[in-house]
């Protein structure tokens, strides 16, 4: 008797080490060997966002000293017909600044715009991703108190950071992009790499501002679940970065800010519908800002880090 369990147990045994040793598909049926098309076109179906954007200021000492938030929800109606971009409306957006409150800026709620994907990464009018100006011309929050200039640009910049996201998931017009990253392990570098993109604003932000990439790469890390949906896990990395910032605060003054950045994070992408179902990004920021008066120069180190989540269509009310 004792010999007959001895030796089912050494079956049992055996037969787990043999299919230990066999490749196993995943669930779900991904053979994680395959080849993946990720370049192709998105549902049709409305999609919905919710982004946070948070921003760190560091002293010298490194103490943590200050702490802004963005948040921004969107709506996406893909595809009208006629158009050859998608219809965005922002539903709400929210800012924190320090210790205040959180408040909304109205004159964005309800605002829609058309987002096409351009070869060039500006529209006609020189406007990046085409995110048009006007919208952030004097912004104030729903207490009627002006957005300071330095938060308004970064309201702007939710927009652009939010929309890059799709950037480096759509197929490239030209050069390697989401469409060379096939098999997981794979590594490219992205056809935005070393791109410059113009980052005036206004009268305030002046034109001769932008943000240069350095050597930007994707990489196909494996396959993951987000809302029990299967979704491919890109890692980004922008390599060292840099950027010029020129304000003119008031007529006849000019102040000229120059740093480097680093930013990196993942993306989730739902292998059913194409869209992004997830997103993070985290940036380290150190700049020198020149004064025509004294102190002469400001230096800041500044850590971002934005979550982008797609959401239910009750969730974005």
């Known amino acids: 008797m004792r010999a007959r369990?001895?030796?089912?147990?050494?079956?049992?045994?055996?037969?787990?080490?043999?299919?230990?040793?066999?490749?196993?598909?995943?669930?779900?049926?991904f053979d994680l060997r395959q080849a993946f098309d990720l370049?192709?076109?998105?549902?049709?179906?409305?999609?919905?966002?919710?982004?946070?954007?948070?921003?760190v200021s560091h002293a010298a000492d490194g103490t943590r000293v200050n702490t802004d938030i963005y948040r921004l929800t969107l709506k996406c109606v893909p595809a009208l017909s006629?158009?050859?971009?998608?219809?965005?409306?922002?539903?709400?957006?929210?800012i924190q600044l320090?210790?205040?409150?959180?408040?909304?800026?109205?004159?964005?709620?309800?605002?829609?715009?058309?987002?096409?994907?351009?070869?060039?990464?500006?529209?006609?009018?020189g406007?990046?991703?085409?995110?048009?100006?006007?919208?952030?011309?004097?912004?104030?929050?729903?207490?009627?108190?002006?957005?300071p200039p330095a938060n308004t640009y970064h309201v702007y910049n939710a927009f652009i950071d939010f929309h890059s996201f799709f950037i480096f998931t759509n197929r490239t017009a030209s050069?390697?992009?989401?469409?060379?990253?096939?098999?997981?392990?794979?590594?490219?570098?992205?056809?935005?790499?070393?791109?410059?993109?113009?980052t005036?604003?206004?009268?305030?932000?002046?034109?001769?501002?932008?943000?240069?990439?350095?050597e930007v790469t994707l990489e196909l890390k494996g396959v993951s679940l987000v809302d029990?949906?299967?979704?491919?896990?890109?890692g980004y990395d922008s390599g060292a970065s840099s950027f010029t910032m020129i304000t003119r605060p008031v007529p006849n003054m000019e102040i000229r800010t120059v740093g480097s950045s680093h930013y990196w994070g993942d993306i989730y992408k739902d292998l059913q519908t194409n869209w992004v179902r997830k997103a993070t990004l985290t940036e380290l920021v150190v700049s020198e800002t020149t004064l025509p008066v004294e102190p002469k120069k400001i230096d800041a180190v500044i850590e971002r880090s934005i979550g982008i989540q797609n959401i239910p269509e009750a969730e974005a009310k």
């Open 98 to 125: 320090g210790g205040a409150p959180e408040v909304a800026i109205p004159s964005l709620s309800g605002w829609s715009y058309l987002f096409r994907n351009l070869p060039s990464g500006k529209d006609e009018r």
């Open 82 to 94: 006629g158009t050859d971009g998608d219809r965005w409306t922002c539903l709400r957006f929210t």
């Open 39 to 55: 370049a192709g076109a998105h549902s049709s179906d409305v999609q919905y966002y919710r982004m946070e954007s948070k921003m």
């Open 127 to 147: 406007q990046t991703l085409g995110i048009p100006h006007e919208p952030f011309t004097n912004l104030q929050d729903e207490n009627g108190k002006a957005v």
């Open 200 to 214: 005036n604003l206004g009268s305030t932000f002046a034109e001769g501002s932008f943000f240069q990439n350095g």
């Open 5 to 29: 369990i001895w030796f089912a147990a050494i079956c049992f045994f055996s037969a787990g080490f043999l299919a230990m040793g066999q490749a196993q598909t995943p669930p779900g049926g």
């Open 175 to 198: 050069g390697r992009g989401i469409q060379d990253l096939t098999r997981i392990g794979q590594r490219i570098i992205h056809a935005g790499a070393n791109s410059k993109a113009a």
């Open 228 to 234: 029990d949906k299967p979704c491919a896990l890109i």
